[in-house]
Antibody, heavy 118, light 110 residues
């Protein structure tokens, strides 16, 4: 059974860097794309980007200057870094597997809430 | 910047049929946008219903179907049930390896 689990600090100060990790179980991280999606409280979903198991990545143009994604194949994990955060980055952050063959976001984590506040 | 449009809200009677749409602020949606649809109940992660226009995700009942209607992607729910009342989101592939979500539709079953 494929499972994804997000982890990281629930509170980040403005101007600092948000760092989250998604741990994948039930499937190897090899050969797949891994995505981050966020949802501000009471608002809609926003695609942040995805990273291939090799480390190559694609990001949303609106977040490209802030975002970096990476993969740790030895731990079957992938990560998100978002720099210079503001209150607008407060959101539930979800990780998901993106299956490029079918163009499907097929497995999702339960999400982790990150609040940006001093 | 590509804007993906959805109806903010919709209502359907129990047992009825409803079609939600997903469009572009400029241009038409076609299969080359690989539209996907997601269902989200309060406090839960999204659940994928439909991908690549009309493929049903594993375990999704066949009363959920996807299509292209005119210049938009569409999600049709037949035989609406009380627990279909939640938020529905679409996402479109807009090229260069990037995706854009719509703003979501809040569906009421009453």
């Amino acid at each position: 059974q494929v499972q994804l689990h997000e982890s990281g600090p629930g509170l980040v100060k403005p101007s600092e860097t948000l760092s989250l990790t998604c741990t994948v179980s039930g499937v190897s991280i090899h050969g797949h794309y891994w995505s981050w999606i966020r949802q501000p409280p009471g608002k809609g979903l926003e695609w942040i980007g995805y990273v291939y198991y090799s480390g190559s990545a694609n990001y949303s143009p609106s977040l490209k200057s802030q975002v970096a994604m990476s993969v740790d194949t030895s731990k079957n994990q992938f990560s998100l870094r978002l720099t210079s955060v503001t209150a607008a980055d407060t959101a539930m952050y979800y990780c998901a597997r993106y299956e490029d063959t079918w163009r499907e976001f097929d497995y999702w984590g339960q999400g982790t809430l990150v609040t940006v506040s001093s | 910047q590509t804007v993906v449009t959805q109806e903010p809200s919709f209502s359907v009677s129990p047992g009825g049929t409803v079609t939600l749409t997903c469009g572009l602020s400029s241009g038409s949606v076609s299969t080359t946008y690989f539209p996907s649809w997601f269902q989200q109940t309060p406090g839960q992660a999204p659940r994928t219903l439909i991908y690549s226009t009309n493929a049903r995700s594993s375990g999704v009942p066949d009363r959920f179907s996807g299509s292209i209607l005119g210049n938009k992607a569409a999600l049709t729910i037949t035989g609406a049930q009380a627990d279909d009342e939640c938020d529905y989101y679409c996402v479109l592939y807009v090229g260069s390896g990037t995706w854009v979500f719509g703003g979501g539709t809040k569906l009421t079953v009453l």
